[in-house]
């Protein structure tokens, strides 16, 4: 099992755990409002309200801490969120083709962002309802294909009504709202990080690395979910118990990061792909890489956004730009067993 | 999503330099053998040469900006229709032209039209928005009526030839003219108040519309008027005309505008950006205009403009930019004036500028 | 360890299966045999815990299998099925270390005890050196193999498979045949498999079950019952064994 090619794969897979961090720092310096590496130095070591020395503006403080920051951070939290999400829904409905938003989760959140403007008005934020809202779509799921199934084929025929209902939903409450109103809800809708603050990781932050360390630790526990129903059960694995913790630590991660930055689609569908690519399909390492890996493409992607120019492309189209080509290209590669 | 905001998909075709060109032309001169006295072929802001017969009696309007300019040229009872946004959720319309509330709608939130509703109606010519391009066309066809899918894309020139427009239409023409001297006489008198001051004393404004902080037009006509200037100027194509851009918060902080104007044509319980939320905002504790709390609502675009609010708010804003030059202004009086001008309504603006919460920024 | 079952009934749609008593016993390889659709399969799911089972019906060691958490159910018996279909294209030793997880708590890794066992289990079916390799590298016959190796790394002292002959080509069915029969000898496993080729079944098997519409018509060693009337009823048909150099051969 061992061998020059697994020393590479070693090496390659330790960069990749390191490249969310390394991508971090040098991020910080990458922006519309242009701030030197000597500015930036000066800001990192010197937190407090000090005078800045000459050359460096005291907006520059503002602009690296509650902007650069905040948006930096959540988007770390994001990538790996989604991509360690369709990880898991991957080994657990045994179907590489699954993403973080097949039990609902996408239709769940907007419904919950657009009853909250409605009704809530401006002074509550839409995350809270939100992610309520997701919450209750994957509980429908769960709930409607009922205590015997939760076989994998009927999980997912649910999650598409759930979808569909959502949606149908969701059209209604478009149609009656006023059209102002509707402009909030289909920028949030979007998919961005433009508008990420400190308030938004308060609370998202936490609930994503709880999820996230659950799932990493569960990752070898994913090679024997995606064997099918019996095979797992008679290698002594409560089928039922684990898939619904696993449905349930998805959904958190997910609803926790759609519910602030609205839907950055693709990511946990072709992050994981390109994992199993590279590594193989052991999700002792498939898991805390997609992690890794998803944070950094978010990271990446948003250094193109914010350093290319002053407009504001919403992260979920750049993801889907970038998605597709790649999803055509890993069509072509696989052609004998699925990764 | 069906909803589509016309304002940010405003699109402004390259030729329009040119269409209005013709416009005026078309104004002084009847076009030769397609004009005669009972009907008179108009191009809209598609470019489509509609016949239209004149003065029309039954009129049918779906674009909200044409409605108010209908009300105002004084023909509001030959309306047999609206829309779905101006009757259901334009607070300022329900002040200037109560008796719309027993129009029908004809048009539904999605912007699709009602077209049995229509053949009962009758109308003799039908108003549309220019955004939905096959709309104008395919109703056209289909119930051969005339279609002219017009809005002013955010110039005041095109405002101001619309209404003329709307008048040789109607028939109403001395009304409209008397409309657009009074809309070019109290421009003139800014602009020659504002004439003096130098580039630099210009404030530059930061405007934050269609319900987010970071999307702004990077052009809009009332606050160069008034002697300001967008700090948005400039980064889209000006043939582009007002177009909304959403752009990066730290580029704000990098403008540094002086004065930040909100979007407040909204209701206050459907606004998601307030001024107290950008005062308190610390992302932008940097800027200039957060510092010296610099920070207001202005009206902004509520489904195209409203000809007499967005003339007001020209005043409104050059009393704002510049309040030593306009010091012996009563804003309150002289927006009053503009809405009796257009709707012969008393205290619209006082009216408005309370629905809107303006009283503590409004400067008087 | 043996099995004993007792008055076993499962039903689904318009089909009933009924078994009286049985017995499987240690160090032996058991067949189960009979035509399609006699309940084969489902009573190997049945012994397995695959279907749901009433109490009072299976017994392992004495211990009424039914109450038996999951994980107890593991130690005691591995299941090899017949057909494998993965999405995910796992490395063979990984594949085989999925055995191991009755052993492994759900938010554990595996220990190197858990590899060492993997290891030698796939070392016994002939695999030893195939651990590197993708599980769709390898041909059916080496699959089925990865198969056995997965329950072996179970450690249970029963394994219960499922036509594990089928599609392979006479030299490799020898060889897995042989397999099974040095798990019973070498290793005092309880093996029950179902088989469809009636030589096969005689040359390998201490016993052999006989099934037909969800019922036992007989049981017991090869040399007692393999005869040609059991045959006749139970297939319906005329079949003559032959003994040719201590081996029976059927013709039909």
């Known amino acids: 099992m061992s061998g020059p090619s697994d020393k590479k794969k070693r090496a390659l897979a330790l960069a990749l755990l390191i490249l969310p961090l390394v991508a971090f720092v040098v991020s910080l310096g990458i922006g519309t409002y242009p701030v030197s590496p000597r500015a930036l130095v000066w800001v990192l070591t010197h937190p407090g309200a000090s005078a800045p020395p000459e050359g460096v503006s005291p907006a520059v403080r503002d602009v690296i801490f509650k902007i650069r920051l905040p948006r930096l951070i959540l988007g770390l939290a994001v990538g790996a969120a989604l991509s360690i999400s369709g990880a898991a829904l991957q080994a657990l409905f045994k179907n590489p083709l699954v993403n973080e938003y097949i039990l609902g989760i996408s239709s769940g959140s907007a419904v919950g962002a657009a009853l909250s403007l409605v009704f809530l008005g401006r002074g509550f934020p839409p995350q809270v309802a939100s992610f309520v809202f997701a919450v209750i779509a994957v509980g429908a799921v769960l709930l409607i294909s009922g205590k015997a199934e939760t076989h994998s084929i009927s999980l997912l025929l649910t999650g598409i009504i759930v979808t569909a209902f959502f949606s149908a939903l969701l059209s209604l409450i478009e149609f009656f709202a006023s059209p102002y109103v509707l402009q909030a809800l289909f920028f949030w809708l979007m998919g961005s990080l433009s508008l990420a603050s400190w308030k938004d990781l308060y609370i998202s932050v936490p609930l994503i690395a709880l999820g996230l360390v659950f799932l990493v630790m569960l990752r070898w526990r994913f090679n024997v979910l995606s064997m099918s129903e019996e095979e797992a059960k008679s290698l002594g694995v409560n089928v039922r118990r684990e898939k619904i913790l696993v449905i349930a630590a998805a959904t958190l991660v997910t609803s926790a990061a759609t519910s602030v930055v609205g839907i950055i689609g693709w990511l946990g569908f072709i992050v994981p792909h390109l994992v199993r690519l590279m590594f193989g399909a052991d999700n002792r390492r498939v898991v805390p890489l997609s992690a890794a890996l998803g944070a950094s493409v978010v990271i990446i992607a948003d250094d193109l956004i914010r350093g290319l120019s002053s407009f504001e492309i919403p992260i979920g189209i750049f993801t889907s730009i970038i998605g597709i080509p790649v999803f055509i290209l890993l069509l072509k590669k696989a052609r004998k067993v699925w990764l | ?364 | ?252």
């Not at chain 2, 040789?168 to 009074?182: D, N």
């Not at chain 3, 189960?32 to 399969?41: F, H, M, R």
């Not at chain 3, 052993?103 to 890794?109: G, H, N, Q, R, T």
């Not at chain 3, 080496?142 to 394994?159: G, H, K, T, V």
Request: aromatic share 10%.
């Open chain 2, 1 to 364: 999503m069906s909803f589509r905001d016309p304002r940010a998909d405003s699109r402004r075709t390259p030729g329009v330099p040119v269409l209005l060109a013709f416009f005026s032309l078309a104004a002084a001169v009847r076009l030769p053998a397609a004009a005669t006295a009972q009907s008179l072929t108009v191009r809209d802001s598609l470019r489509r040469a509609v016949e239209v017969p004149v003065p029309a009696q039954r009129i049918l309007s779906l674009q909200p900006e044409i409605t108010r300019i209908i009300v105002a040229l004084g023909a509001g009872e030959r309306l047999v229709g609206l829309d779905y946004f101006i009757r259901e959720n334009d607070h300022l319309f329900s002040m200037i032209f109560p008796a719309g509330e027993r129009l029908p709608v004809v048009s539904k939130p999605d912007e699709s039209v009602n077209r049995e509703l229509v053949v009962r109606l009758k109308p003799d010519v039908i108003f549309s928005s220019p955004t939905e391009q096959q709309v104008p066309d395919s109703v056209q066809r289909s119930l051969g009526i005339p279609v002219l899918a017009m809005a002013s894309m955010g110039r005041f020139e095109s405002l101001l030839e619309e209404i003329e427009l709307v008048g040789k239409v109607t028939g109403r023409t001395e009304r409209a003219s008397g409309l657009t001297a009074y809309f070019r006489q109290k421009l003139a008198g800014v602009a020659e108040a504002v004439l003096s001051v130098d580039a630099a004393s210009r404030p530059r404004v930061y405007l934050a519309f269609w319900s987010s902080l970071i999307r702004t037009p990077v052009s809009y006509e009332p606050v160069d008027r008034s002697g300001g200037t967008n700090v948005a100027d400039g980064m889209l194509p000006s043939y582009l005309g007002t177009i909304g851009a959403v752009i990066n918060l730290e580029q704000i902080i990098l403008w540094d505008p002086d004065i930040i104007l909100i979007q407040g044509s909204y209701l206050p319980r459907d606004r998601s950006v307030t001024v107290e939320g950008v005062l308190e905002d610390s992302r932008l504790g940097s800027v200039k205009a957060v510092r010296n709390r610099r920070v207001y609502y202005t009206f902004g675009f509520w489904y195209w403009w409203d000809p007499a609010c967005v003339l007001a708010e020209t005043l409104y804003l050059a009393k704002l930019f510049h309040p030593a030059k306009f010091a012996a202004v009563d804003i309150e009086a002289e927006g009053n004036a503009v809405f009796e001008k257009f709707y012969g309504t008393k205290n619209v603006f006082a009216a408005l500028t309370g629905a809107l919460d303006f009283h503590e920024w409004t400067v008087r």
């Open chain 3, 1 to 252: 360890m043996n099995i004993r079952v007792r008055n076993l009934a499962f039903a689904y749609e318009d089909f009933s299966l009924r078994v009286g008593e049985l017995r499987f016993e240690a160090a032996r390889v058991t067949s189960i045999v009979g035509p399609n659709g006699a309940g084969k399969t489902t009573f190997l799911k049945c012994l397995g815990g695959i279907l749901p089972v009433p109490r009072n019906c299976v017994f392992v060691d004495g211990r009424d299998f039914a109450t038996l958490k999951g994980r107890e159910k593991a130690r005691l018996l591995g299941y090899v099925p017949q057909e494998h279909d993965s999405a995910f294209n796992y490395q063979v030793m990984d594949f085989v270390l999925m055995g191991r997880a009755s052993y492994i708590s759900p938010f554990a890794l595996p220990s190197r005890e858990d590899a060492r066992a993997a290891e030698e289990a796939l070392d016994f079916v002939g695999l030893g050196r195939y651990g590197a390799r993708a599980i769709s590298e390898l041909s059916s016959g080496e699959r089925r193999l990865a198969l056995i190796a997965r329950s072996l790394a179970q450690e249970s002292a029963i394994l219960l498979m499922d036509e594990p002959t089928t599609f392979l080509d006479p030299r490799h069915e020898t060889e897995l045949l042989n397999l099974v029969r040095k798990l019973a000898r070498e290793k005092q496993k309880t093996i029950v498999v179902t088989l469809h080729g009636l030589e096969m079944a005689v040359q390998y098997s201490d016993e052999m079950v006989f099934m037909k519409g969800g019922e036992v018509v007989a049981s017991g060693p090869p040399g007692d019952i393999f005869k040609e009337p059991l045959l006749e009823s139970v297939y319906g048909m005329k079949i003559r064994i032959f003994d040719f150099e201590g081996r029976k051969i059927i013709i039909r």
